[in-house]
Every structure is written in C-alpha cells, then in structure tokens.
C-alpha cells in the first residue's frame, strides 16, 4: 500500500467540466448493434450453420442498463458510430500544427477549472495529462495544454488506465508537498470512442468521451471561499489480466491487425467484479481509519464510474444500514465509464452541498489493478 504523511494545508481549489456536443442513447446503440447483428449474420449465414462462424447476438437497452446502470454516453461524434457498415467513429486526423483532439477536450475543461479557482497561466507551473489512453506518444498532450494556454513551467503526460486520475492528484501533492510546484492543472482528456469495438454486444456500450480538470495548489494561495483540504492519498496495484488493452505499436512487428480480436479493451467482468470490490472496501475502511473516522463518517464517497451494481455492493459494504444513494452519487448513468474521469466528475458535481468541516473520499479503481484514493475535507480560506 503506497501512503504518505502529508502536510496540511494542500487543496483542490477549482473543477471544470467539457462534455462533448455528441450524445446517444442505450436504445439509438442498440438499433445500429442489432441492424449490424443483422447484417453479419445475414452475410455469414452458410459459415453459421456450417458452425466455423459464430452469430452474433442481438442485444436491448433494458440488459445495458441493468448490466451496468448505463443509460447515455457522451461522444466526440455521433457519426459513423452508428452506421451498421462502419460502427466506428469519423474523426480525420489533423495535422500536426493544429491542436490535438485530446489537447482541444483538455483546454475546454482546464479553463473552466483554472475560472473555478480564480487562476491565470501565470499561476501555474505544472501540468499533469493523465488518461486511460493517449492519442500519440509524444509529444505529451499536457506540453501541448501547457503552450496553448501559455504556462510557464513543465508537463507530462502518465497513465494508470481508470486509477489515472487519482493516482496523478497524488503526484500533484507530492509535487507541491516537495516543492517542485506551487500550484499543479491536472487535465483528463478521456477520449474513448475510437478504441472501443461497437461490434460487440458485450463492451459496445459501456464508454463514454468526456474532459474533466482539477487545479491543486497551498491552501496559503488559495482565493476561493472554500476548497477541499487533503488529508490523505493511497494508492495500490495488483497485477492481474482480468481488464486488459494490448493496443499498440508492436502489432507492426507482429504483422497482425492493431485493431483485431482482443487488441483493445477486454474484460473478464465477473471476475472483475468478485475480486475488486472487497479489495476496494478494504482500501477505503483504511483510508477512512487513517483520517479519524469510520466509513459512516465520511459524507461523501465519489467512487469509480464504471459499474452501478460494483458502486452499490462497495457502498453498502462501507455504510452498512446507513446507506443512501446520495452518500455515493452516480454520474455513470448520463455519462457512461468514462475511465478515469468518474469519480471526479462525481466529485465536480456533487460537493456544493457539503459543509465546511465534512470529508469525502474520491477513489477509483480499474486495469492493474489499480486503486487510487484521497480523503478530502472542506475548509473555509
């Protein structure tokens, strides 16, 4: 278990949020998924019932949304994904002088973030891209944030798949605990779409394009008349198949298709399901007990968004009897998994209403495994 002692007085002072224009729904995916069904298996009728080709099987908003509590995924664009003979996004690629996709996504939120904080270019020294995929490997998408917003200092871009976010707040403490930053813009550009296999009835719905940012920085500098105080940070990984993406370059060298079977995101769900969420609980009663309080204490718990019926049996198993669905807000249902953004998405959107003195704990977990969590107080500067 990766944990430190932490010096008071580090915050989260500003979030931003940038959805994208494009949005479809559980049924308008399952009308496209179900006319391609119907097409391949029209196609390959001979080959299906000779038995060397597999049908595929049709799917229904209603299994969707009580496999995971998905209703809407947001995305960079609607078109092609829903054409039976394409069922993958159009997005031309751009040439190098323009902005990048990811940088683009990332800008619309940082600047929401840096309002939110009362901060200019000038504030910030550090950038953190942190996502569960990049579009390029280099040069890094948070170098390219930086110029485009004109800051002064250095980024870098890391990855933790689901666990990016929460693992890079932690280095951003740890930045400005060790005084190589003053005040951090973390930017999480989670641009999903165009990896995922809309030909698969068993993954086609489950992400969701969107940007979240956040701006970390001393309580001494803060200006915003509260902010988020953190008290503690964790994080810990297991190796493990179970979520898996062998996406990338050396399917060139192996002379096989980088988009083929089991080249982008697969999962064994159940087990998944079986051996992350104790793990999970686990790791928060910790978190929790290394803050003073029990589970029940904290008022807030902005979990991963990946999969409604994962955050309920974590949340039970944490309140117990005290349960309610406010203690752990869900965003997945308007927004899908949208990797590492979730909880902080949940945390954007749900921490208005707390109290000066109340703590909360953002945690998310995924590929790794990974768990990343911080236990968070809300303080008046």
């Not at 990332?106 to 901060?119: I, Q, V």
């Not at 008290?231 to 298709?257: E, M, Q, Y």
Request: with cysteine.
């Amino acid at each position: 278990m990766s944990e430190f002692t932490l010096p008071r007085g580090i915050v989260i002072s500003g979030t931003g949020l940038w959805e994208p224009d494009g949005q479809i729904s559980n049924e308008e995916l399952v009308d496209a998924y179900n006319r391609h069904v119907d097409l391949f298996n029209e196609r390959h009728a001979q080959e299906i019932e000779a038995g060397t080709v597999a049908a595929k099987p049709k799917s229904s908003a209603e299994f969707i949304e009580k496999a995971s509590g998905i209703k809407n995924r947001f995305v960079i664009t609607r078109e092609g994904i829903l054409d039976p003979e394409r069922m993958r996004p159009v997005l031309p690629e751009r040439p190098d002088d323009e902005l990048s996709v990811q940088a683009e996504m990332a800008l619309n939120a940082a600047r929401e973030a840096m309002a939110a904080a009362n901060k200019t270019a000038a504030d910030i020294d550090m950038v953190i891209c942190a996502c569960s995929s990049h579009q390029r490997s280099y040069p890094a998408i948070a170098i390219e944030v930086q110029s485009a917003l004109g800051i002064d200092g250095f980024g870098f871009d890391m990855q933790v798949a689901c666990s990016s976010a929460t693992f890079a707040l932690q280095r951003a403490v740890d930045a400005i605990a060790g005084g190589s930053a003053r005040t951090v813009l973390l930017v999480h550009p989670e641009l999903a779409s165009p990896q995922v296999d809309f030909t698969d009835r068993d993954s086609h719905f489950i992400f969701g394009d969107i940007a979240i940012a956040s701006i970390v920085e001393r309580r001494e500098t803060c200006t915003t008349d509260t902010a988020w105080e953190v008290l503690d940070a964790r994080a810990k990984t297991v190796f493990s198949n179970n979520i898996r993406s062998n996406f990338g370059f050396t399917s060139n060298a192996a002379d096989v298709d980088p988009f083929g079977p089991g080249k982008t995101f697969r999962q064994n769900g159940r087990k998944v399901f079986k051996e992350v969420c104790p793990m999970a609980a686990a790791h928060l009663e910790q978190q929790a007990a290394a803050v003073g309080a029990a589970p029940t204490d904290i008022r807030r718990w902005w979990l991963h968004q990946a999969n409604i019926n994962m955050n309920g049996l974590i949340a039970k198993k944490l309140m117990g009897n005290d349960f309610a669905p406010e203690r752990a807000p869900v965003v997945l249902d308007r927004y899908a998994n949208t990797g590492c953004a979730g909880s902080v998405i949940a945390f954007h959107q749900n921490n208005r209403d707390l109290a000066v003195g109340d703590k909360g704990v953002i945690c998310s977990f995924g590929a790794g495994y990974s768990i990343g969590s911080l236990a968070l107080e809300k303080v008046a500067i």
